[in-house]
DNA sequence: CAGAACTGTGTATCGGATACGCAATTGAGT
DNA sequence: ACTCAATTGCGTATCCGATACACAGTTCTG
């Protein structure tokens, strides 16, 4: 699902520009009949529904009513774009994070908003997967408000740091993985999957132990949870073990 | 730089008939001039060199000599080409995981087996992002190790398979955060986040506090460590306490 | 030896991103 | 009001990647 072709590379600058609307209002010519605000608010739209393959200039433009090319004066290009989608879907945290006692009740209810977040919009993933993290107003606002719930911690500064991208790259791992999970073609994948184990486990002894022992077995419970409470488990083992 | 256009689904069913090795030989017709290993060879060396977006077919076809639609009579289509790149690519772990004394340093071992793979082929992150893993003989293999590494520990099936793919998780957001670390543009990236900072930081007080702590500034040690240690401290401390 | 099963190739189609130039619109300075 | 430069939306054209299709040559099977 992934290609390269004519496009552009991203112009950071241009993305921080917009991100933090930091631009020169035109003063003569004719009044915008869009805003980048409301083309962005279209593209998210459609990544939501459709995803974000969905998410082409033509159509984005088509459903606002305009053709592709005046999406252009509003973007240097679709890297620009998608660099507003993803700090527009992603908001900000909710005050409970703040409100939380004590900085393990704030991480885990940081950690589950966000959870929530990539579940509602996964293609925040791909569009953010094995690129450099834009720094949108919304994006900082979440660092933030997970290096506030760590602050009384008493860890330092980039210990704090390493902690909040550990937990973070755990639920995006997770997002990642269970993207599939509720989709169609599932029970086809879980058999052949099955297939191949029968014919070629017996390879794989470890693995063909751990099946037969039910570990792929769908089990209940928040599939954050695991992770979550394990590397909590570590960082209160770090801070009272320096 | 993602894109969806003209792109079939792809086919598990006939990814993992290639990935095993389970294909009827023709009988009949010219002798192939190209085997499948070949072209994933020569697909991987270009992904190693340029980039996963350097491998179209018509590149691929190129290097190896034949016009792009002769690589169609190899594989249905780039997709299970891609799967066979990521298989190909992932090789097996090495010994020294079997070998390690006791399950955290066998862990360790792995992981940092599994890391140094993803920072040699940093595009198997991208190759395998938000699409389920298909079960090839190599990716099982690394799973298998990593089983067998977790089985003295004593925790439950399901214990097991949510700590591998926590770990898994560590390592694959790492190492997606660290491509670019290397990269060129990397001062100009720095440079124009410090001018955000300056700019709006004062929003945000945590982590203005962070970064004058010196959270941000790079500090010496495998990246890999922080996460890991972190992680197998509580997976020590759920094996203590369960 | 005929024909079926295959192979590599040439050609064509279908998107997608985006460069370029035009005509209509509108505010600033006269 | 009047002129013009700045600016907008638009039509058109280009480039590139994936892949469908049909053809001609190759090689076993019966």
Redesign the pocket.
Known sequence: MS??????KRDPKASLTLLWGEQ?Q?????????TAERIVAGAVAIADAEGL?????????ADL???????????????E?TDLMVDSALGVPSEAVAEAHGWRAGLTEWARQCWALYRRHPWILTATAMRRQLMGPNQLAWLDAALNALAPAGLTAAQQHDTVLLIIGHIRSLAQQLVHADEEGNEEWNRLAGEVLERHGHRFPALAAAIAAGAFDPHGGDPLDFGLDRILDGIAHLIDHP
Chains 1, 2 share one sequence.
């Open positions: 290609k390269a072709s004519r496009e552009k020169e035109p003063r003569r010519g004719p009044k915008p009949s869009l393959d969905a998410v082409s200039m033509q159509r984005v433009a009513g305009v053709t592709t090319m005046a999406l252009y004066r509003y973007f240097p290009g679709k890297a774009l």
